[in-house]
Nanobody, 114 residues
């Protein structure tokens, strides 16, 4: 499975960004797509994930501000990020899990700064 992430960039505090992740390759019905983020010197942390049945799970920092969604037909996952804060600045990674295997996309930088 290959993952292609896009949509990062520079945004002012309070602004919004939408990240996209495109999955390709051998994809089975039951899987999990998600977003994690990492800052220098810190571990990668969960931002949000969504199961193939639509169930979602959010990290504490994302609740109430971020929304994850997916399009099964297009094999895409999206992360809508609103009310962005400087502390949201990080490299965001798309993830994909199925049948016990995990995959990562390349990171996309999100910088929240005035």
């Amino acid at each position: 499975v290959q993952l292609q992430a896009s949509g990062g960039g520079l945004v002012q505090p309070g602004g919004s960004l939408r990240l996209s992740c495109a999955a390709s390759g051998r994809i089975f019905g039951a899987n999990v797509m998600g977003w994690y983020r990492q800052t220098p010197g810190n571990q990668r942390e969960l931002v949000a994930k969504i199961l193939s049945n639509g169930a979602t799970d959010y990290g504490a920092s994302a609740k109430g501000r971020f929304t994850i969604s997916r399009d099964h037909a297009k094999k895409m996952a999206y992360l809508q990020m609103n009310s962005l804060k400087p502390e949201d600045t990080a490299v965001y990674y798309c993830s994909f899990q199925q049948r016990g295997d995990g995959y990562w996309g390349q990171g996309t930088q999100v910088t929240v700064s005035s």
